[in-house]
């Protein structure tokens, strides 16, 4: 990845920046998991869901996207909190959001480029979650700018396993699995 310079964005291996990059994270936890069956249908939060290697959660409309980057998408507890404030709102349902995981004490910034288990599955960070013109309908007017920046990121699926309410969520070392 580079900048608008050509430079890279990456710090450069064992700077310091590398190392505050690399340093510890507080485990997560997993605080909502929804599912989302097909196109536009309401999203169904569930007790625990099966993370299938390659594909997303199954039941959800994303784990028939076989080996694309957003098998699974995840938002911050904190990030429907600030959502809320930028709309004045008491607070923001998961289910708005259309994400499949809320986590909750973990700042998903650290998982960039970083694989990280959540409950018996280990996953890979795949990109941001941007928000779609949806959020206008969801949230109402304004909707899509308070969630920019706050949308979350997308994962893909490396080994399968179940993920439940109150799993940890831990980023994983290198060659740690």
């Given at each position: 990845m580079t900048r608008d310079d050509g430079r890279s964005h990456a710090p450069a291996p064992g700077s310091m920046l590398a190392r505050l990059i690399d340093g510890p994270v507080a485990p997560g936890r997993v605080a909502w998991i929804g599912l989302r069956p097909a196109r536009r249908a309401p999203v169904e939060a569930v007790a625990s869901a099966m993370a299938e290697p390659g594909?997303?959660?199954a039941g959800d409309r994303y784990a028939s996207n076989r080996n694309g980057a957003r098998q699974v998408t995840l938002v911050a507890v904190e990030h429907l909190r600030a959502v809320a404030g930028y709309l004045s709102l008491e607070n923001v349902a998961p289910e708005r959001l259309r994400r499949n995981i809320v986590v909750s004490g973990l700042n998903l910034a650290a998982?960039?480029?970083r694989r990280f288990r959540i409950?018996?599955?280990?996953?890979e960070y795949s990109g941001e979650c941007h928000p779609c013109s949806r959020m206008e309908e969801e949230l109402g007017a304004g909707g899509y700018n308070a969630t920019r920046g706050h949308g979350g990121i997308t994962a893909r699926v490396l080994e399968g396993g179940l993920i439940r309410l109150d799993d940890p969520v831990l980023r994983l070392l290198d060659g740690e699995d």
């Amino acid at each position: 990845m580079t900048r608008d310079d050509g430079r890279s964005h990456a710090p450069a291996p064992g700077s310091m920046l590398a190392r505050l990059i690399d340093g510890p994270v507080a485990p997560g936890r997993v605080a909502w998991i929804g599912l989302r069956p097909a196109r536009r249908a309401p999203v169904e939060a569930v007790a625990s869901a099966m993370a299938e290697p390659g594909q997303g959660l199954a039941g959800d409309r994303y784990a028939s996207n076989r080996n694309g980057a957003r098998q699974v998408t995840l938002v911050a507890v904190e990030h429907l909190r600030a959502v809320a404030g930028y709309l004045s709102l008491e607070n923001v349902a998961p289910e708005r959001l259309r994400r499949n995981i809320v986590v909750s004490g973990l700042n998903l910034a650290a998982l960039k480029q970083r694989r990280f288990r959540i409950g018996e599955a280990v996953l890979e960070y795949s990109g941001e979650c941007h928000p779609c013109s949806r959020m206008e309908e969801e949230l109402g007017a304004g909707g899509y700018n308070a969630t920019r920046g706050h949308g979350g990121i997308t994962a893909r699926v490396l080994e399968g396993g179940l993920i439940r309410l109150d799993d940890p969520v831990l980023r994983l070392l290198d060659g740690e699995d």
